[in-house]
């Protein structure tokens, strides 16, 4: 894949993350992705293929009244990105040992992806 062929696929990655498209979301991964997320150097998501990512995909749009991921930077090695983000939130239900409902989060992070197949294998959000 080229890196613009790449950065097409993060940015309709990140446009159905916004809009809670997961259908589209489940359509840009490879059969074998591997997500985790990572917050405050704690591990608190990961799912190891389609249904499992499906599964999180789903359950975390209950948590968000609104929430964007807007990209800043991108850096391509290889099969490889690293997209740099400002992610802005409105929290729907209180979250354990973080922000109550109807806070709003805003937070830099960055998320690193691999592809496989023209599809994105492995994603790892930090925050």
């Known amino acids: 894949m080229t890196s613009e062929e790449k950065r097409s696929l993060i940015k309709q990655y990140i446009q159905a993350y916004n809009s809670y498209d997961v259908s589209t979301l489940l359509e840009l991964l490879h059969p074998e992705v591997q997500f985790t997320n990572i917050s405050n150097g704690q591990l608190n998501a990961k799912a190891s293929g389609l ?3 499906k599964t999180i995909a789903e359950q975390s749009k209950s948590f968000f009244v609104s929430r964007r991921q807007n ?35 805003a937070i830099d992070g960055k998320t690193e992806f691999n592809f496989c197949d023209g599809k994105l294998k492995q994603i790892t959000d930090y925050s």
């Open 51 to 53: 249904d499992e990512f």
């Open 71 to 105: 990209i800043t930077s991108y850096t391509f090695n290889g099969d490889n990105a690293i997209v740099n983000v400002k992610y802005e939130a409105i929290v729907a239900k209180d979250i354990p040992n973080g922000p109550k409902a109807g806070e709003q989060m």
